[in-house]
């Protein structure tokens, strides 16, 4: 029986050995519990001081061009002599071209000028038209154009006006990243994309992302997506809410339009601040005053309050990221909330409201062509 014993356990070794090497862990999908996991993925970052992200070649900028040429004029090569870039007005500068496969884990940026006149657009593989185009500002979940703090898991906006984002974004071929200044003055840029390097499942879809505004909405209804096509998973929302009305504005409900659905819609929310995981009214009970908050998953950053001179209007930015719940779609999806508050009697009301959205997904390309985005005068926060 012992040498039987033996051999099994050899045999049991053996198997164990080849399943490890053929599940050989490739840097993706991390999280606490796998940061102890060997990998052969290589590890790279995109800066001004890199532009291709390339081994070895970091902090190469000299003096005569690099944009801190003065700050570093007494201490030369490889201090910090290149860490940003101009982007000259109705100019279009690329931020990253990478050569794949590979994914983006991380993004830190911060643009100075008008956010939402620098235009963000990514191309996964060789793509002619973006699976992102989004105002800067809007995609990190700072619509109304200033800072606020948020804290979540896939964005972070910290002290003063830095940008950050950790949706994975997993690509086979190629990656283009490129901002667009739309304003008629110069901004400056500082940017950090880290990615790696590795093999990519090939269940892996490739992440999107779109800006819509209506002002004033149509109908009392507006419209976050339509016309996705394709398998994917919806997994975020962000609202720039601007109120244009007396009295509570948030009991309009979100309805996902998915595979085939007409009139009615599969999933069919019961109030907006239900839907980003508040209630009644995202009123403090003490104070009896709108509570900002964060949290990982949904949050109200942004609570904008009239200031007696040109501020008017109460402005509002909410987010929803579906991470614990993604949406799943098999052929279509579309998107809508409805524009409703209160009128006497206990009655509804058919708002006209100032919205601003982006939604968040990961579909299988091909993606359907995008909307137009607006002018630069549409664009305009006001």
Same mark, same amino acid.
């Given at each position: 029986?012992?040498?039987?014993?033996?051999?099994?356990?050899?045999?049991?070794?053996?198997?164990?050995?080849?399943?490890?090497?053929?599940?050989?862990?490739?840097?993706?999908?991390?999280?606490?519990?796998?940061?102890?996991?060997?990998?052969?993925?290589?590890?790279?970052?995109?800066?001004?001081?890199?532009?291709?992200?390339?081994?070895?070649?970091? !902090? $190469?900028?000299?003096? @005569?061009?690099?944009?801190? *040429? =003065?700050?570093?004029?007494?201490?030369?090569? #490889?201090?910090?002599? /290149?860490?940003?870039?101009?982007?000259?007005?109705?100019?279009?500068?690329?931020?990253?071209?990478?050569?794949?496969?590979?994914?983006?884990?991380?993004?830190?940026?911060?643009?100075?000028?008008?956010?939402?006149?620098?235009?963000?657009?990514?191309?996964?593989?060789?793509?002619?038209?973006?699976?992102?185009?989004?105002?800067?500002?809007?995609?990190? !979940? $700072?619509?109304?154009? @200033?800072?606020?703090?948020? *804290? =979540?898991?896939?964005?972070?906006?910290?002290? #003063?006006?830095?940008? /950050?984002?950790?949706?994975?974004?997993?690509?086979?071929?190629?990656?283009?990243?490129?901002?667009?200044?739309?304003?008629?003055?110069?901004?400056?840029?500082?940017?950090?994309?880290?990615?790696?390097?590795?093999?990519?499942?090939?269940?892996?879809?490739?992440?999107?992302?779109?800006?819509?505004?209506?002002?004033?909405?149509?109908?009392?209804?507006?419209?976050?997506?339509?016309?996705?096509?394709?398998?994917?998973?919806?997994?975020?929302?962000?609202?720039?809410? #601007?109120?244009?009305? /007396?009295?509570?504005?948030?009991?309009?409900?979100?309805?996902?339009?998915?595979?085939?659905?007409?009139?009615?819609?599969?999933?069919?929310?019961?109030?907006?601040?239900?839907?980003?995981?508040?209630?009644?009214?995202?009123?403090?009970?003490?104070?009896?005053?709108?509570?900002?908050?964060?949290?990982?998953?949904?949050?109200?950053?942004?609570?904008?309050?009239?200031?007696?001179?040109?501020?008017?209007?109460?402005?509002?930015?909410?987010?929803?990221?579906?991470?614990?719940?993604?949406?799943?779609?098999?052929?279509?999806?579309?998107?809508?909330?409805?524009?409703?508050?209160?009128?006497?009697?206990?009655?509804?009301?058919?708002?006209?409201?100032?919205?601003?959205?982006?939604?968040?997904?990961?579909?299988?390309?091909?993606?359907?062509?995008?909307?137009?985005?607006?002018?630069?005068?549409?664009?305009?926060?006001?």
């Amino acid at each position: 029986m012992k040498p039987v014993f033996s051999y099994c356990f050899f045999i049991l070794i053996s198997v164990q050995a080849l399943a490890q090497k053929a599940g050989s862990f490739n840097g993706l999908d991390m999280n606490m519990g796998n940061l102890f996991r060997l990998s052969d993925a290589k590890t790279r970052s995109i800066s001004p001081e890199n532009y291709k992200g390339e081994k070895g070649k970091g !902090g $190469m900028a000299t003096l @005569e061009n690099g944009t801190a *040429h =003065s700050a570093a004029r007494e201490l030369g090569q #490889g201090w910090k002599v /290149n860490p940003s870039v101009p982007i000259e007005a109705g100019q279009t500068f690329t931020i990253a071209e990478i050569t794949g496969p590979g994914a983006i884990q991380h993004i830190w940026m911060t643009p100075t000028g008008n956010w939402r006149f620098s235009i963000l657009r990514f191309y996964w593989d060789d793509e002619k038209e973006p699976s992102i185009e989004v105002p800067v500002g809007d995609f990190f !979940g $700072m619509g109304w154009g @200033e800072y606020a703090p948020l *804290h =979540s898991l896939p964005v972070n906006v910290n002290p #003063g006006s830095a940008f /950050n984002c950790y949706w994975t974004m997993p690509f086979r071929k190629k990656c283009r990243i490129t901002m667009e200044n739309m304003d008629s003055e110069k901004m400056i840029l500082y940017y950090q994309v880290d990615y790696t390097l590795t093999q990519v499942p090939d269940d892996a879809a490739y992440f999107h992302a779109q800006f819509r505004k209506s002002n004033p909405t149509k109908g009392a209804l507006y419209t976050l997506v339509d016309g996705i096509q394709g398998k994917g998973q919806y997994v975020g929302t962000y609202l720039a809410w #601007g109120v244009t009305n /007396n009295g509570w504005w948030g009991e309009g409900e979100i309805k996902f339009y998915m595979d085939g659905d007409t009139q009615f819609p599969t999933i069919n929310g019961t109030g907006t601040e239900d839907y980003f995981c508040g209630s009644y009214d995202f009123e403090n009970q003490k104070t009896h005053q709108y509570e900002p908050f964060v949290s990982p998953y949904a949050g109200m950053p942004q609570v904008i309050k009239p200031d007696g001179l040109y501020r008017t209007q109460q402005r509002f930015g909410l987010y929803r990221w579906h991470i614990m719940d993604p949406i799943r779609f098999d052929k279509d999806l579309k998107v809508t909330i409805q524009d409703l508050g209160w009128r006497s009697g206990g009655r509804y009301l058919q708002q006209q409201s100032n919205i601003s959205s982006v939604v968040y997904w990961y579909q299988a390309e091909p993606h359907a062509a995008f909307p137009k985005l607006p002018a630069k005068n549409e664009l305009e926060i006001n």
